[in-house]
Structure formats: structure tokens, C-alpha cells
């Protein structure tokens, strides 16, 4: 208890990490909570408005080429973009925990084929494979979330396998194997709260990866389609030359989300780096 109030303390103290996280906070609140409250549908054609319609009191964000309330596709597609950022984060931990955990701590032939398999997984360029597999499962928004999250279990895997390395020959570990602690119990009770950590650090920068990953697929038009809305595809749809140059509310929005985005995932990853090592405290 006092460990993670002494890391909680050091997170908050840093004016950056804060200020992101705040940044996040708020800003998923306002995909969560806002719709509720305007009750616009971001599927609805305004025929009234038009096509392309510039930004006014009744579309803050104008229309797109077929009418739609850009401003309300902007926070759906915040939803899905962060949905899908999280979710594949938390499936490739899910995965690679374990896995890295059985690595280190068994040996042999454990060890052997879960890292052969990790650098199977980590030759491949990421995107590549990404678009390979959405292509054969398809473009929906829990493929998307299984494939990525499923290709990104390697580096937690390996994260977790050498911090497994340098624990399980500690003392405590050895007292608690001569006190007849089950090899379950040692994995879950012992190491993997000294091994944590640095996964706890790196998450953030996972979520990055995965909201990137979704933006470039949506954007090289092999992602989500519309009807359904994410940053990546509502800004590949604004990707005409006339768009460009004459309508920057339809572009600008969705891509300053996705960049504020990563980089307050970025300074919360710094952040809590350092407030989990005891020597930056």
C-alpha cells in the first residue's frame, strides 16, 4: 500500500505525466458522455445543410460528402479509435504475461519455443501482417482488436522473460519454493508483482502502436468502413485534393486527435517509468 502510494505520488508530482493524464481523461469522458447530451446521430444526412457544408451553430464541424454531422463522427470515431487502442493492449498483456512467465521461470523446453515464437512474430514488419490478417478476417472493429492485440503479445512476453530471469534466483523466491509454495502460487504471488512493472510502463506506449495501427489501416482504406467512424477513416475520407486545400475542418480534427492522443499516451508512459523506479523517486 505504501509502495503504490509512494508511485501514485511520484506520477502526479511530474507536471507533464499529469497534465496528460488529465488530457486522457477528460478527453475519453468526452467521447463516453457528450453524445448523450447533443443526441446527434452520426449517421443521419442533414439534406437540408448539404454536402460538405462548412462549420456553423448546427454542425461545429460541418458536413461530409454525404452529409453527416462531422463533429458527431468525430466523437464516435473517438470511441472506436480508443476502444480498439485499449482493448488490444489488454489482450496483448493477457497473452504475454503468461507466457513470458512460464519462460523464464520453466526453462527448457518452455522457454525454447515461446521465445522461437516470439522472434517469429517480431521478423515480420507489424503492419504487414496486420493488413494480411484483417484482409482474410475482415474489417471490423473486434478482428481489428484480435489481430492486433493477438501480434502484440512478443514484447510483453519478452519483457516479462527477462524480468522473470533476474527475479526467480532471488532469495525470497527460493524461501518461498523451501516453504512448499506451489510453482502456480510462485508465478502469481511472487514474481509477477516484481515483474509488472515495466509492463505497467510500456502500456502506454502499446496503445499508441494500436491506435496508430487501426489509423493506418482505416487510412490505406482497408480498416473500418463507413458508415462506422474512427480518426483513421475520417480523415482517408477528407483525402481529396479539393478537401485538402479548401476544407481543413474535415481533416484537421481526427488527425490533431490521433497525434494529442499518442503523445499524451507517450508522457503518461514516461511518467510512470519513472515513478516506478525507486531511484528516479
Known amino acids: 500500500m505504501r509502495r503504490s502510494y509512494a508511485v501514485w505520488r511520484a506520477f502526479w508530482s511530474d507536471r507533464r505525466a499529469a497534465v496528460a493524464a488529465v488530457f486522457l481523461l477528460v478527453e475519453i469522458a468526452l ?76 526453462g527448457g523446453a518452455w522457454e525454447y519455443w515461446i521465445m522461437r515464437a516470439c522472434d517469429t512474430f517480431q521478423s515480420f514488419p507489424s503492419i504487414i501482417l496486420v493488413l494480411a490478417m484483417v484482409s482474410l478476417l475482415g474489417p471490423s472493429v473486434w478482428n481489428i482488436i484480435w489481430v492486433i492485440g493477438g501480434l502484440g503479445w512478443a514484447s510483453v512476453a519478452r519483457l516479462v522473460y527477462s524480468g522473470t530471469l533476474s527475479t526467480k534466483q532471488t532469495g525470497y523466491v527460493e524461501a518461498s519454493r523451501a516453504l ?63 478537401t485538402l486545400t479548401t476544407r481543413p475542418w474535415a481533416w484537421i480534427p481526427p488527425g490533431l486527435c490521433i497525434v494529442g492522443t499518442a503523445l499524451a499516451l507517450l508522457l503518461v508512459g514516461e511518467g510512470l517509468r519513472k515513478a516506478l523506479n525507486p531511484r528516479k523517486r
Do not use: C
Request: charged share 15%; net charge positive; glycine share 10%.
Open 31 to 106: 467521447v463516453l458522455f457528450l453524445p448523450l447530451f447533443l443526441g446527434q446521430d452520426p449517421n443521419l444526412t442533414d439534406r437540408s445543410a448539404g454536402f460538405w457544408a462548412a462549420p456553423s451553430a448546427q454542425h461545429w464541424l460541418g458536413t461530409d460528402d454525404v452529409g453527416r454531422d462531422l463533429f458527431a463522427r468525430l466523437l464516435y470515431g473517438g470511441r472506436t479509435s480508443l476502444l480498439v487502442g485499449f482493448a488490444s493492449a489488454a489482450l496483448g498483456v493477457v497473452l504475454g504475461v503468461p507466457l513470458g512467465l512460464l519462460a523464464g521461470y520453466k
Open 180 to 242: 512448499g509454495a506451489t510453482d502456480r502460487a510462485i508465478l502469481f504471488r511472487t514474481l509477477l508483482p516484481n515483474v509488472i512493472a515495466p509492463v505497467w510502463a510500456a502500456l502506454p506506449l502499446k496503445v499508441v502502436r494500436a491506435i496508430l495501427s487501426e489509423s493506418s489501416l482505416s487510412f490505406l482504406g482497408v480498416g473500418l468502413r463507413t458508415p462506422q467512424a474512427s480518426w483513421g477513416n475520417l480523415t482517408q475520407n477528407a483525402m481529396e485534393l479539393v
